[in-house]
């Protein structure tokens, strides 16, 4: 990464082609199983990013907030899914959403949100697209892969939910309700489909274009599959304390993950020695996991990376993300913020 | 708070009168000590809360990143104190700063850094001023007043601290180094100042204008001085698990504290009984702390206020500040971010 040690510190360093690779293999792990994948927006927020996940079709999308909805309708996107069970305060958003979109999805969990909806007619001759005026579907995230260790333990709830969300098709038709789509899909069930997946209209991953430390634990993808780094400088040596100070504290890391790694709060690539015990603001403390720090190895000034327990979290804390290529910077992205 | 309940949620809220109060009761603490308030600006990072925290003056705060430095420089403020360890990829934007204002303030502490602002001397027949190119003060924290318990224990730490201070600025003057300044604060330590630090010469405290549950249980402030608040909807109820869910995420609050409160990551006003238990991204969790939900009280759609365990991590999530006054919303104020 020479050209990226010149940039200030902290900034959070994408590998393009990483995130490129990671987006190929999800769209082709759901062709080969077919079912449609419909990439979450919610790690990265950014407009590049979704070209990349989508394969350029700007279509089938989810998103977490509607400043997301907006951003991407604003650049042409469309097929979006609020994944998130409606708030009372948002009707008239959606409302908006919806009759400017082709189709704008709204999740509901209950039949107050739905009374909600009935109280706002669509003009233009548009339905809500949820449950109820227009069931379009049904939408589960099998959250609970994030406490599993290895494929295995994967593979066995996301054949669970699977089993679940399909069971519940079933009643759904003994009803007479035929035709909503079916969807499952967290970036640990995605990275590993079991065949019953086959079975659903449709999957949701978002992590995985950039994975994470918290992942790689999990056993939904490799280290080297990481596309994301924070990058810092060694700014103080406290000997007295056997400790480097770094400029990245939790305003460029998050404090995802509490601490609890082996290694603290992040990976210190290249550095299985060291630890990222606390931060404050706008520092970070690195200290050896044993014995003494050679603290002519990391002289004032160079440069460490971290790799992230959480991309989303650590994401989230930065206006712009600086992309790199072969160790150039080729771009810089801008997600959306707020709600 | 009768306006604030049509905004959307999750927002950031401000009393506007708890924060003029807390402003000046400071200005007033420091005058009446007879020591220069400096004010830190890393809590808000805005223009309007920087002008009541001066009381007008736009002169003397202290930054955390030379985005706050820029963004102040751009908008009239003038005596700047950059907080940080000179970090060397940043001397380039510092010398700038120091050639464009009438005092911008950079921080070393080790010789290194010093031989890095001799080798980028500034135009204008300006100095750098800090150690050595012109030894402009001494700058301690006293952070460790963060693990106290009440007032007698901050002001034993401020004691310490001062007296350390006040020992080191013997030392110079021993050695022939006349007239630098000497500073030191926390909030804690500035909220019940010591008569000892009536002899050193700056204090910068900056958290105080808003304050938070953390300062309230050291004993720097009453709950009642708290002036931020995150307003979020109850969006879900889920009685079989006996819980509330609602619209604040970690995207909204942070994981400060990491809910080690009794009431989780934050105190839910008005409802000692409830614990915000966990976050997602964007969503919250919220269960009682013993015994069954009743629900009937919190209607999807209600309104619950959460007061944050630490401001400084709350305010860095949102890209606006909704100011209230007499349950009026009279302003929207921007931070800004980055580095």
């Known amino acids: 990464m020479s050209s990226c040690k010149f940039i200030n510190t902290p900034a959070l360093l994408l590998d393009l082609e990483i995130v490129q690779r990671n987006a190929r293999l999800m769209l082709d792990r759901c062709q080969k199983l077919g079912v449609q994948l419909r990439p979450h927006m919610k790690t990265h927020k950014t407009l590049e990013c979704a070209d990349i996940m989508t394969g350029g079709s700007r279509r089938c999308i989810v998103v977490s907030t509607l400043a997301e909805a907006s951003f991407y309708a604003d650049r042409g996107y469309d097929d979006i899914l609020y994944a998130y069970p409606l708030p009372f305060d948002k009707v008239e958003r959606c409302a908006q959403l919806s009759e400017r979109l082709s189709l704008f999805h709204v999740l509901l969990d209950n039949s107050l949100a739905l009374q909600q909806l009935k109280k706002r007619p669509l003009?233009?001759?548009?339905?809500?697209?949820?449950?109820?005026?227009?069931?379009?579907?049904?939408?589960?995230?099998?959250?609970?892969?994030?406490?599993?260790?290895?494929?295995?333990?994967?593979k066995a709830v996301a054949q669970q939910?699977?089993?679940?969300t399909l069971q519940f098709m079933e009643k759904l038709k003994a009803i007479g309700i035929?035709?909503?789509?079916?969807?499952?899909?967290?970036?640990?069930?995605?990275?590993?489909?079991?065949?019953?997946?086959?079975?659903?209209?449709?999957?949701?991953?978002?992590?995985?274009?950039?994975?994470?430390?918290?992942q790689s634990l999990i056993g939904s993808c490799k280290l080297e599959d990481v596309a994301v780094r924070v990058l810092t400088r060694v700014i103080g040596h406290y000997p007295h304390?056997?400790?480097?100070?770094?400029?990245?504290?939790?305003?460029?890391?998050?404090?995802?993950?509490?601490?609890?790694?082996?290694?603290?709060?992040?990976?210190?690539?290249?550095?299985?020695?060291?630890?990222?015990?606390?931060?404050t603001q706008e520092h970070g403390r690195v200290e050896p996991i044993s014995g003494e720090l050679?603290?002519?190895?990391?002289?004032?000034?160079?440069?460490?990376?971290?790799?992230?327990?959480?991309?989303?979290?650590?994401?989230?804390m930065h206006p712009v993300y600086y992309v790199h290529s072969k160790g150039k910077i080729v771009d810089t992205w801008k997600p959306t913020r707020g709600w």
């Open 123 to 154: 003009s233009h001759g548009k339905i809500w697209h949820t449950a109820g005026v227009e069931l379009t579907g049904i939408y589960a995230h099998c959250g609970n892969t994030y406490g599993c260790k290895g494929e295995e333990q994967i």
């Open 161 to 164: 939910t699977t089993a679940i």
């Open 178 to 214: 035929q035709g909503p789509k079916s969807s499952i899909g967290s970036t640990p069930s995605c990275s590993h489909p079991v065949p019953e997946m086959a079975m659903l209209s449709e999957v949701h991953p978002g992590n995985y274009v950039f994975y994470d430390v918290q």
């Open 241 to 279: 304390r056997n400790q480097l100070l770094v400029d990245c504290g939790w305003t460029a890391l998050s404090l995802d993950g509490g601490g609890r790694l082996p290694t603290g709060y992040a990976i210190i690539e290249g550095h299985p020695e060291l630890k990222l015990t606390s931060m």
């Open 294 to 316: 050679d603290f002519s190895q990391f002289p004032l000034g160079s440069v460490l990376t971290f790799i992230p327990h959480h991309a989303c979290a650590t994401a989230a």
